[in-house]
């Protein structure tokens, strides 16, 4: 099998890098020819895709986090030659890696997976703004959680508590805003605090932000929660890891193929962690937009 993999050396707070030569030595040990590719800067994966001919490849791996995933995947949705996708998490929160392995911590295991060829075909969202179209395959949000994405992105050397910590530091300041959405083609007007939109069941390492959502339904699974004290969403915030968050009064959950958010506030957008245009936007769903190699069933 011949691969070709774009490495971060820079994911995980810099782990990724301690961890190259054991990723080199796993794919060799699987008989995967790969080319390993480093990249050397924000958003370099997508710029070395870009200038790849994918025919030459029988797939493409990722290996970093949910932000290297992002990048490399806004390339390939350009590429009219589709190979199978992988991922390799040696990033901080590694979301999408779950939908691949129940056994997320085992880099042995994920490329046991890239050498088994079991593919499945994943859903993407698309995301308009600011004239320009980004594809996530995790989630997009405002709001709220875009300002806990910025404040985890500065104490990112902490792993996953950094988001944790985002939260703690963001509810001093919590604020909500008017906001127009249209689902579907229906219109609502909330007193907003933040909404999330997903394509995957998890973000942020292991925040279940959507736990109804499936990543090949055709669907995303918009979360909007509205007008909530501090004291209140404190007392929320330890049940998003299991998701259980959604049964608040003050949350409601939507599962839509398109979606569109208007407000009079500035709101800055983080698709997958990145921060990345801002409001107004639109959002919709791809269906089976690329094949992801997953555990057997």
Known sequence: MKGLCIYNPNAGGGKAK??????????????????????????????????TDLSDYDVLIVAGGDGSFFDVLNAYMTQSHKIPVAIIPVGTGNSLSKDVSLNASSLENFVKIIAGKQTKLFDAGKLETENKVYY??????????????????????????????????????????????TLNGKTY???NTYVTISNSKYAGGKMLLAPDAKVDDGLLDVVTVNKVGRLDLLKTF???FDGTYIS??????????????????????????EILGSLPIKVSIVTKAFPLLTEKN
Do not use: C, W
């Open 238 to 240: 330890p049940k998003i």
């Open 248 to 273: 608040s009064p003050f949350v409601d959950y939507y599962q839509v193929k398109e979606a569109e958010f208007r407000s009079k506030y500035h709101k800055v957008v983080s698709p997958d962690g």
């Open 18 to 51: 301690k961890q190259l030569p054991l990723v080199k030595q796993l794919l060799a040990k699987y008989h995967i020819d790969a080319d390993v590719l480093l990249t050397e800067h924000a958003h370099h994966g997508t710029s070395l895709v870009q200038n």
């Open 189 to 191: 007007e909330i007193d």
């Open 136 to 181: 996530f395959a995790n989630m997009t949000g405002f709001g709220f959680t875009t300002d806990v994405t910025l404040t985890g992105i500065k104490y990112k050397f902490l792993g996953e508590f950094a988001y944790t910590l985002g939260v703690l530091l963001n509810v001093i300041k919590l604020k909500s805003y008017p906001l127009q959405m």
